[in-house]
């Protein structure tokens, strides 16, 4: 393992300004995205639309990393050149997603368990030589009554530890995502008390296994009320809320903390992000690994037309720029407007 570089990769992912595009919907995933626009999913649309993202003009100053699917990891640009190969002409650091999904947690009822560690070892070395830098597993934890268990949080620390030590062994930058869902009928005190649970178990898990704390990224969810609970937060109270719970929980020598959207809309994500930030220093990096916040806009405008290629890059630069503003605390309301200011038009490759 070679401790600098990934230090030095991880570092860069969170240069200041600037987060990442997670693209890496499975293929389900896709299909419901694109179904609300009312495009079918096919390998040619799904192609057509990475591409449309990946080649917008300018967004590199803001998007530092990508993270892809397999299916896009293999596939290349309108001008054929392998995707990998044509973000980091760009500039942008190509990852992948590695995890097979969540599933059902044999005897504990309405948990989950994420799959993929089999094999591993193999297709992590395979993304390797494809030109991935880093790669994501994602963990997930729901809400209930009497859940997540202790016993849950820990299954699912352990398969993020094993993934964790994998990856620095071949050289990919582990980002490690437990995601506790915001579905639920809880108060922002709920989700706090478990994101801070499940991650004390998570960085006993990374201390046991050895992984190397400065070469790893945290990718959680912000601490929010529950999307049933009757009262929205405020961004301040968000922040304040998701700032110490992570003070309390994740160690000062991860480099950074990329926040997941987990079905904010692309406003309040921004506002949330905005806000954290505005919180001042803390001991890593605060930035974004949205998914939904940074294409939904996009997604929309474009709707499967090629005509509208160049208005929904329009869109997808401005959401990448606001959300740049938001990891510097300078993000405000009235800059949702600014949607001309955006420089889509040919690009260089
Ligand atoms: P969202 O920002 O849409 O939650 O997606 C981020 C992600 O990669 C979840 O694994």
């Not at 806000?275 to 939904?296: T, V």
């Amino acid at each position: 393992m070679d401790k600098q570089t990934l230090e030095s990769t991880a570092r860069a992912i969170v240069a200041s300004g600037k987060g990442i595009l997670a693209a890496d919907e499975s293929s389900p995933t896709i299909k419901k995205r694109f179904s609300s626009i009312g495009v079918e999913s096919t390998q040619a649309t799904r192609r057509a639309y990475r591409d449309l993202l990946f080649t917008t003009p300018g967004v590199e100053a803001f998007i530092s990393g990508v993270i892809l699917f397999d299916e896009t990891m293999r596939q290349a640009t309108d001008t054929d050149v392998r995707f990998p190969q044509y973000l980091i002409q760009r500039g942008i650091i190509p990852g992948i997603k590695v995890d097979k999904g969540a599933k059902p947690l044999a005897g504990f009822e309405d948990e989950k368990i994420t799959e993929g560690l089999d094999g591993l070892r193999r297709r992590l070395s395979e993304y390797r030589e494809m030109g991935a830098r880093f790669a994501k597993w994602r963990a997930v934890i729901p809400m209930g009554h009497e859940i997540p268990t202790t016993f849950g949080l820990k299954a699912n620390a352990h398969a993020l530890a094993r993934y964790a030590a994998l990856c620095q062994e071949a050289g990919l930058v582990p980002i490690v995502e437990p995601e506790v869902l915001m579905d639920g009928d809880h108060d922002i005190k709920g989700c706090r008390d478990v994101t801070a649970a499940a991650l004390n178990q998570v960085y006993d898990a990374l201390f046991d296994h050895c992984v190397y704390l400065e070469g790893t990224l945290l990718k959680p969810n912000m601490v929010l009320p529950g999307k049933n609970y009757p009262v929205r937060a405020a961004p301040e109270e968000i922040a304040e809320a998701t700032v110490t719970c992570f003070r309390q929980v994740v160690p000062a020598a991860v480099p950074g903390i990329v926040f997941l959207s987990g079905g904010q809309s692309s406003v309040e994500a921004s506002a949330n992000l905005n806000a954290i930030n505005a919180m001042g220093k803390q001991p890593w990096e605060l930035s974004f690994s949205f998914g939904r916040a940074l294409q939904a806009n996009a997604l929309e405008a474009w709707r499967g037309d090629d005509d509208r290629r160049e208005a929904a890059q329009r869109v997808f630069y401005h959401r990448a720029r606001l959300n740049s503003a938001a990891r510097i605390g300078a993000y405000n309301a009235s800059m949702e407007e600014e949607i001309d200011s955006v420089p889509p038009s040919q690009n260089d490759f």
